[in-house]
């Protein structure tokens, strides 16, 4: 596929799926049309980018409570993509959340576990226990590095009493803090040690690098600059009323790594303008969403003097998720596709480098394709990952088949909760704007994410394209009832 076509045509996308006629398509009313492949299949790469991030995967969790919690934000960012932790509960189990993440894989370790030189073995036990660790530092009263005690260190007979600094290893080698991963991995490796502690001038305990944290096993992994585990959170379009909450939101803006505005139609002064105090604030960036037209996009991107480096993405559709009934309930919506395509012709025009994120409604992996092929640079879904292992709740059986519970944030179910997340609707008093219901279990997020990238890379091998910049140019048509019907399985048994 050739240079791009669409940064001179103000109407590509919205020409591709007619919107410019009136029509507000949805998924299944296109299909995307082959193109000419010049290369092999081993070729394609679905990398994306949002603002300074880079994520192998190009599918992200949502941030519902029932699809993104601290396992599913871990295990998407492990696999390449990212999870948008929800925000139905208090700011401080956000914090918590974020904090879980962010710790989960980082090859320095901020937080040590340590223990003092006269403290006995069986503290040196608990102490391992309690976090989880096999071994600990060991600092004197200037919180300098003396030793290291591990699990090798402590005795057989539990009836012997021993303090830390006769069992433990002294003056363990050390490095300065800013140490690069490669070279941490040539140290370690040199020293024939599994921990690496960090200090500085002083010889103070800054952190620690073990073995164990710099194993490539996630290749494909979403990190940040230290090599922790990249995280998102749904946030209200609002700063937070009381001190308290507004202290500890302070405190996820300092490790939090993209903030998602979580609202079903964000394009509302009231919602930009709190936005707007928001960024005056913190330092993490912000994918603004949901909208659903040009127009929205537009007002945003030339009316609102958002910081550049703070508004970095916009995530589109309203109405089109499978637990949504806004547009049942309100008449009011915009089709993922269509949204999609409006957003991509104003990003186009006033900013490229804002990405966009199409949110909600895929049912099958050649939406994705579809979604690509629309102008999106990120696909975001509650329904693929509301089914696996690492979503919060638990496994139930009906009819013999194993299911778990997904809700909209709308539903009565979600807002019974608190009142978290009330200002995501224009106005809630008795309105439902969600449902809640049961999913198929369908086990780890890497399967579903291993069969979401097979789709998606096949469906790009076809369309001729080598990568989600170039899926932009895939051909879309407008396809009949019969059509659809044609291309799926039909004519057969079970299958009228
Ligand atoms: P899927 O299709 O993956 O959609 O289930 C997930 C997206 O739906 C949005 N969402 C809602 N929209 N009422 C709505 O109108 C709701 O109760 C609701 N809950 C979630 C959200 O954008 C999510 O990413």
Request: aromatic residues 8%.
């Amino acid at each position: 596929m050739g240079k791009n076509n669409f940064s001179n045509d103000t109407h590509y996308f919205r020409k591709k799926v007619d919107s410019q006629n009136g029509y507000a398509l949805t998924f299944d009313d296109i299909i995307c049309v082959p193109g000419f492949t010049n290369f092999d299949p081993v070729d394609i790469d679905i990398q994306t980018m949002i603002g300074p991030f880079s994520f192998k995967i190009p599918i992200f969790s949502a941030a519902m409570d029932t699809v993104t919690e601290t396992e599913m934000a871990i295990q998407m960012a492990l696999l390449g993509g990212l999870g948008v932790i929800h925000r139905n509960c208090p700011y401080e189990k956000q914090l918590m959340m974020v904090k879980k993440v962010k710790r989960a894989r980082s090859f320095i370790v901020r937080e040590v576990a340590t223990v003092h030189p006269k403290d006995t073995d069986v503290q040196v036990k608990q102490k391992m226990d309690q976090f989880g660790v096999s071994g600990l530092v060991v600092l004197d009263d200037d919180d300098r590095v003396i030793g290291i005690v591990t699990a090798r260190d402590l005795p057989y007979d539990q009836n012997q009493k021993y303090r830390v600094e006769e069992i433990m290893t002294k003056n363990p080698i050390c490095s300065m803090d800013g140490i690069s991963r490669e070279e941490a991995q040539q140290k370690l490796y040199e020293i024939r040690k599994e921990k690496l502690p960090l200090v500085n001038d002083q010889n103070q305990l800054v952190g620690l690098i073990t073995r164990k944290d710099l194993r490539p096993e996630f290749p494909d992994a979403s990190k940040d600059k230290e090599g922790r585990l990249l995280c998102g959170l749904g946030i209200s379009p609002n700063l937070p009323k009381n001190p308290f909450d507004l202290e500890t939101f302070k405190k996820i803006d300092e490790l939090c790594d993209i903030f998602f505005t979580d609202v079903a139609d964000v394009y509302k002064s009231n919602d930009l303008t709190g936005i707007k105090e928001i960024m005056d604030i913190t330092q993490t960036p912000i994918v603004l969403g949901n909208i659903g037209t040009f127009e929205a996009a537009e007002r945003i991107l030339t009316k609102f003097d958002f910081p550049e480096d703070k508004l970095i993405g916009l995530k589109v559709g309203m109405g089109s998720g499978s637990i949504c009934i806004t547009t049942i309930q309100t008449g009011i919506g915009a089709p993922t596709l269509f949204a999609t395509a409006e957003v991509a012709d104003a990003i186009q025009m006033y900013n490229p480098k804002i990405a966009l994120i199409s949110d909600g409604g895929f049912i099958n992996s050649g939406d994705l394709t579809k979604a690509f092929a629309a102008g999106a640079d990120v696909t975001m879904s509650g329904h693929f990952f509301a089914g696996c292992t690492e979503s919060p709740g638990y496994i139930d059986t009906i009819g013999g088949r194993k299911v778990k519970v997904y809700r909209g944030m709308g539903s009565k179910e979600a807002r019974s909760t608190g009142p978290y997340a009330f200002d995501r609707y224009a106005n809630v008093k008795k309105l439902a704007e969600g449902v809640s219901d049961y999913v198929p279990f369908v086990g780890s997020v890497k399967g579903v994410l291993d069969q979401l990238c097979e789709g998606l890379k096949n469906g790009l091998v076809y369309g001729g394209a080598r990568t989600i910049q170039e899926a932009k140019q895939i051909v879309i048509r407008k396809i009949t009832h019969a059509g659809k019907i044609e291309s799926s399985a039909h004519d057969l048994l079970s299958r009228k």
